[in-house]
């Protein structure tokens, strides 16, 4: 089985980094998309970034493209998340997510699930 750890989360002034990892173990999808995805307090998990399985491929939410950067390190089984310009609007726990396919779609939907990392983003 799968095991998606995040770490990286904290807390951080509106205008600053943060770098989220997402390590994976266990019988992992080598060569399957993954992405990040985000809930904030009262509302519905939403989906913020995904890459595919060789990286070659991304795609961002509308709310976080030009600020956000995910990629992929396959021979360390891990994915980041580089996100710069941070705005209180970005205030989430973020999840790890792995995909069955090899490249990310709208109709796509995790198979595996990290137990998620909190940012918080002061004004």
């Known amino acids: 089985q799968v095991h998606l750890v995040e770490s990286g989360g904290g807390l951080v002034q509106a205008g600053g980094s943060l770098r989220l990892s997402c390590a994976a173990s266990?019988?992992?999808?080598?060569?399957?998309?993954m992405g990040w995805f985000r809930q904030a307090p009262g509302r519905e998990r939403e989906f913020v970034a995904a890459?595919?399985?060789?990286?070659?491929?991304?795609n961002y939410a509308d709310s976080v493209k030009g600020r956000f950067t995910i990629s992929r390190d396959n021979a360390k089984n891990t994915q980041y998340l580089q996100m710069d310009g941070l705005k209180p609007e970005d205030t989430a726990v973020y999840y790890c997510?792995?995909?069955?396919?090899?490249?990310?779609?709208?109709?796509?939907?995790?198979?595996?699930w990290g137990q998620g990392t909190q940012v918080t983003v002061s004004s």
């Open positions: 890459i595919s399985g060789r990286g070659d491929s991304t």
């Open positions: 997510a792995e995909f069955t396919s090899f490249y990310y779609s709208t109709a796509s939907r995790p198979s595996s």
């Open positions: 266990g019988r992992t999808c080598w060569n399957c998309a």
